[in-house]
């Protein structure tokens, strides 16, 4: 006789189904959702955005966080202190012990980004969904594999945009995909600050009380140099780590922007065709910051301020789709969506940030449809989903595959500035992910990876 394997996962997805294996919270007399019903989740990355989302997670009753992992050991103490108080969660050096040992469902992946595409493969292989922070990946072929490994195992995915699941973010985008502007002729967003290339310096000591093996996994697929407090604390500004994961950043903020114009220009599973660099990359303030006082209609107001005094390498650039779509990357910190766009249509605009929108005309956003503003932490509808997802096997509102379109936006920006050839149209293929026209563009899609940590196959 076949012997019937029923995992974990299959219990989650088939709910009541699987009586008397799957108790309900009301049949054990429990306010809330029963052990059966909640998900088991392994935080890994113990940082500040982590930090965040763990007191997010609080507010999702099926979602269970039983335990926690980061390589710096230092870190996981100091996490269970701050957001753990009250918690009996167990810590983790090494994620795969913990994904062995506490039989978890589903992690949530909030590491650095040049290690996040290394552990998420890592963890779908063993048989867990996954919440990937953005931007998910270092490169558009690590991003491509990462997609390939979530579907062959199955997995739940769920990418840190989490505009994706506020209700008026989709409301808005329903709106500019439906045709309430006619047809889309521009899109404006902001000309985001790159990353910066590390230049060598003497070695620091290293942190007390660690493993000095520690800096190795840390270090990940990127080259191995001596530890340094700026490499270890600073690496969202740097190239080998990120592609710009700081406030104002291509990757950092830019992976929301970009993922906004691909919801709503429906858009999700391709991308544009043709980018095009008008001025060479140079080190800039991202705004002028001069004295006024923002008007209710500039959605992005509130992050104004921490756009100040964030300079880089930036240079003004315009991509097109393949329906004639402009996408314009011009905009500036001190003005406009900077986590958002503005779509320009035959019958007016529409300006989408987080929870926030205004139109011309101004009618257009004042309909008794609109859901109005999240009553909720923003995290919070995101972690939902996943976790309704993970429940019914479904794909979630910001799946691994449209994480990868918007995260692809990111690096060609990145791409087109590196290569640097101002007014060249570089071609690019959207179901390849290749330029047709450019070889070093090509050459700048994978990084070599340092050995022991190749993607899994």
Known sequence: MKKCKLTRRDLLATGAAAAPLFVSARTLGLDGPSPSERVRVGLIGLGGRCMGLSAHCLGVPELDIVAVCDCFEPRIDSFMQKAGKGQSWKGYVDFREMIEKEKLDAVMVETTTHARAWIVCQAMAMGVDVYIEKPMCLTIEEGRHMVNVARKYDSVTQVGTQQRSIPLNNWASDLVKNGALGRIHTVEAPNFVGPVRW??????????????????????????????????????????????????????????????????????????????????????????????????????????????????????????????????????????????????????????????????????????????????????????NWIQCIKSRSRCNADIEYGQRSSTICYLVNIAREVGSVGRKLKWDPEAERFTNCDEGNALLSRPRRKGYELPT
Not at 264 to 269: M, N, R
Request: charged content about 25%; aromatic content about 8%.
């Open 199 to 384: 230049t060598p310096e003497p070695g620091q000591p290293m942190p007390e009380g660690v493993d000095p093996k520690w800096w190795d996994v840390w270090t990940n697929q990127a080259e191995l140099r001596p530890y340094h407090a700026n490499l270890h604390r600073g690496w969202g500004g740097w190239w080998s780590y990120d592609g710009g994961g700081r406030c104002f950043g291509v990757t950092g903020w830019g992976a929301h922007s970009y993922d906004q114009i691909q919801r709503g220009l429906g858009t999700d599973e391709t991308g544009p065709v043709e980018i095009v660099l008008e001025e060479p990359a140079t080190d800039q303030d991202c705004g002028k910051f001069d004295p006024r006082k923002p008007t209710d209609e500039e959605t992005g107001a509130q992050y104004y301020q921490m756009t100040r005094n964030v300079i880089g390498p930036r240079a003004k650039m315009r991509m097109r789709y393949a329906n004639g779509t402009e996408l314009r990357l011009h905009l500036n910190g001190d003005r406009g969506p900077g986590l958002g766009c503005i779509f320009v249509g035959e019958h007016g605009k529409l300006e989408i940030n987080r929870d926030k929108v205004s139109s011309n005309p101004k009618e257009l956003v004042l309909s008794k449809d609109n859901p109005g503003h999240l009553q909720v932490p923003e995290n919070q509808p995101h972690l939902e």
